[in-house]
Each structure stands twice: as structure tokens, then as C-alpha cells.
């Protein structure tokens, strides 16, 4: 994540206290969760009461002036054209003079990320500028957000130097070092899991979860919307025209680049299937966290991979998984991803025991090639002896977040 040191602005940045210790939260990441809308609109309201419809959030400005242009606001049903500026906080607003900088004139609306007192932001001239605090509307905890972030800026990182250095362990050290990044990605996942159930409730939280994988890298924040506005019980009985929902978030939807089997109008009708076959799914996956404790038990610490999955007959679990919960609509590495990163941890959050062993051994999913490959280079990965896990993926990629932030790269 961020340093310090590499910040050239500190009022652009906030040090929160997270999970496990503080961690940076910038202003950029506040600019690009109002873009892409990654927070529950239907409650925006401003600090003076008026009620927030987004038509358009604006251009996204890198440059000098506000930071989205020309955007297309509804306050209060009154339909306004203008600029948006995005700050941590109300006050870097005269922090940063923009009340004297005519470029500033035509902004109408001033989005910030903590709560203030005022109601308003004074524009030039004394000209007031509705505020509306994001913290309260976000649909996940700051932490999660700025975790999201730096995963997404691994994306596209070539792996060569992570080989360069993981070559040079050896296969004793290098085991170590991906079960501790992997200890630590499971429980920072059980943590947002928890504090998602907090926020939510059960069902909600598996409903939450359940969308925003099946969105998968590029359609996230656009599901997480979904689930917002559309509670499980109204997909429940097939009442939901999953053609209209997806009409109706057309320009949020990213599509370019996004493979077809991964198209969010595909995803959708199939979470519709899920739900008209097993409508009470999250019930379902609360009732079969003893089957998964006593085969994460099995598992042990320490096991090779693939005797570990033939103790704890992973294979025809996998299976009645995909049966009894889902009614068998997601299958193959889009339900290991279910699996892996919504129903373990939110049963591990519910206190479930044994569950990080039968993670760490659990099929890869949809895992990089280029990480699974760079595994495979370093004798983690190959051939029946030594299937692709998802635990070591998951080490690997702690790793590099951890190499990244001390580093810068």
C-alpha cells in the first residue's frame, strides 16, 4: 500500500486504523469509488437534506480544476449540470483556497469521505455548495476498499522479479513464506467477512458477497449495487427481470475486455437461476458449516495437497456444494472462487472452526495464469503431485502486496 514518504501531498491521503494496523486511504481511491458509483445511492443524501440522484458522475478530470466535469445531478428532483470536487475531508476544500480559483466556479457539489458539522461548503462569492459524506453509504469498510485497490494494481505487473527473488529460497523457506501471506490474506478475508455480517445480517451479507464475485474483476462495484437495491427476497420466486436490471445500470457496466462467459447480463441471469432453485441458500450454507468444519479437520495442518484432498474427499464435496447450495447454476472455477473468497470466510466469521486449512487446500479457481505459471516455475505447482491450490495463490499474492508497499515496486 501507500507510504508516507511517497505521498506529495498529505491532506490527499488519511491514515486509518484498520484490522490489523493502520493503513493509507487516498483521495484518488475516494475519486474512483465516486466514479465508478461504488457506494448505495439510493440513500445519497446531502448534509442539508436534499436527496442525491447521480444521472452522470462526470469526466474525470487528472489534470488541474475539479475533479469531475460537467457531471448530471438530480438534488431534490431539481436537475443541475456541473462540476464535483472529491476531498477526505470538508476542510482541505479552504485548505486548498479553491473558493478563490475561478475553476472552481462551477462546482455544485462537494463530495467528501468523513462526517462534518456544516452543512455547506462556501463557494466563491459565498456561494453555497451542497456536501454529501460517502463513509456512511459505502458498501464495504475503508480497509476493504484500499486492499481491493492495491490487489488491482498488481493486475497487470509483470512477475519476473517476484521470480527473481522466490527462486532463491529454498523450497523449505519458500513454503513458510506463502503460508504466512497466506495466513494473513485468510484472516483479513474472515475480518471484512465479519464486519460485512455486522453490518448487514446473514442473509444480506451472503447476498452482498454472493453478486460482487459473481461480477467478478470488472463489474464489482456494479453488482454490489444490485444487491443494494435488490434484497434476496425480491429475486426469490423468480419475480425479478434480470433484463431490466441489467438495462438499467447500462452505463455502469464495464464490458470491454470482459470475457463471455463472465458478461454481467450472463451473471445476472445466473444468480437468478441459483436463487429460483435454492431460495434460501444462506440458510442452507449455515447448516453445512459442520460438514466443512469436519472436512477443514481432515485436511490438518501441513498436509501435501493432494493427499489432503483425497482425506477429505474434496472432489465429491466440491460437487455436493455446488448441488445444495446453488442448485448446480455456478459450477467450476467461478464456484471455487464462491468458495474461497464468500462461503468459508463468512462461516469462519460466524466462529466455524477448521476452515483455513480446507482453504488453503481448495482448487485454485479463477486464478492468474501467469501466477499459477510463475508457481509452476517455482516447484510449488506440477503435475498430480502437486495440484494448484488456492492457499499458495493466495500466498503469493500477500506476498507481493507486502513487496510492493516496501518497495513501491
Request: aromatic share 8%; glycine share 10%; hydrophobic share 45%.
Amino acid at each position: 500500500m501507500t507510504q508516507r514518504a511517497a505521498i506529495p501531498n498529505v491532506s490527499a491521503v488519511a491514515e486509518v486504523q484498520g484490522l490489523y494496523g493502520p493503513f493509507f486511504f487516498s483521495e484518488m481511491l475516494l475519486q474512483q469509488i465516486w466514479d465508478r458509483r461504488d457506494f448505495s445511492e439510493g440513500d445519497a443524501r446531502t448534509l442539508d437534506g436534499r436527496g442525491v440522484v447521480i444521472i452522470h458522475p462526470g469526466r474525470w478530470n487528472r489534470l488541474g480544476g475539479p475533479d469531475f466535469q460537467n457531471a448530471r445531478l438530480r438534488l431534490d428532483g431539481q436537475e443541475i449540470t456541473g462540476d464535483v470536487e472529491v476531498h477526505l475531508r470538508e476542510a482541505d476544500w479552504a485548505a486548498h483556497r479553491h473558493a478563490n480559483d475561478p475553476a472552481y466556479a462551477n462546482v455544485g457539489l462537494h463530495v467528501v469521505l468523513f462526517p462534518v458539522s456544516e452543512t455547506w461548503t462556501a463557494g466563491a462569492g459565498g456561494k453555497r455548495i451542497p456536501v454529501l459524506v460517502l463513509l456512511p453509504l459505502l458498501h464495504r469498510g475503508l480497509e476493504e476498499y484500499a486492499a481491493e485497490a492495491a490487489v488491482e494494481a498488481l493486475a497487470n505487473r509483470p512477475l519476473d522479479r517476484a521470480h527473481a527473488e522466490l527462486v532463491a529460497l529454498a523450497p523449505a523457506e519458500l513454503h513458510r513464506l506463502l503460508a504466512r501471506h497466506a495466513n494473513e490474506r485468510w484472516n483479513q478475508k474472515v475480518g471484512f467477512a465479519r464486519e460485512r455480517i455486522r453490518r448487514l445480517g446473514w442473509e444480506a451479507a451472503c447476498h452482498h458477497a454472493a453478486l460482487e464475485i459473481l461480477g467478478y474483476r470488472f463489474n464489482r462495484a456494479p453488482m454490489l449495487s444490485v444487491a443494494t437495491e435488490y434484497p434476496l427476497e425480491s429475486w426469490r420466486g423468480g419475480k425479478l427481470d434480470t433484463a431490466e436490471v441489467f438495462e438499467g445500470r447500462r452505463e455502469r457496466w464495464a464490458l470491454q475486455g470482459v470475457r463471455p462467459l463472465n458478461h454481467p447480463r450472463l451473471r445476472l441471469r445466473q444468480y437468478a437461476a441459483w436463487v429460483a432453485s435454492r431460495p434460501d441458500w444462506p440458510e442452507r450454507l449455515e447448516g453445512l458449516g459442520g460438514v466443512l468444519t469436519a472436512a477443514g479437520l481432515t485436511v490438518g495442518e501441513g498436509s501435501d495437497t493432494r493427499v489432503a484432498r483425497k482425506a477429505a474427499e474434496l472432489t465429491s464435496l466440491r460437487e455436493r456444494l455446488a448441488g445444495e447450495l446453488c442448485g448446480d447454476a455456478v459450477s467450476g472455477s467461478r464456484f471455487d472462487n464462491l468458495v474461497c473468497d464468500g462461503f468459508l470466510p463468512l462461516l469462519a466469521a460466524c466462529d466455524a472452526d477448521g476452515l483455513e486449512s480446507l482453504w488453503r487446500e481448495w482448487f485454485a479457481g479463477d486464478a492468474p495464469a501467469d501466477r499459477v505459471k510463475l508457481l509452476r516455475r517455482l516447484d510449488v505447482f506440477g503435475g498430480v503431485a502437486k495440484p494448484s491450490a488456492h492457499g499458495a495463490l493466495q500466498g503469493l499474492l500477500g506476498w507481493m502486496l507486502t513487496h510492493e508497499s516496501r518497495t513501491g515496486g
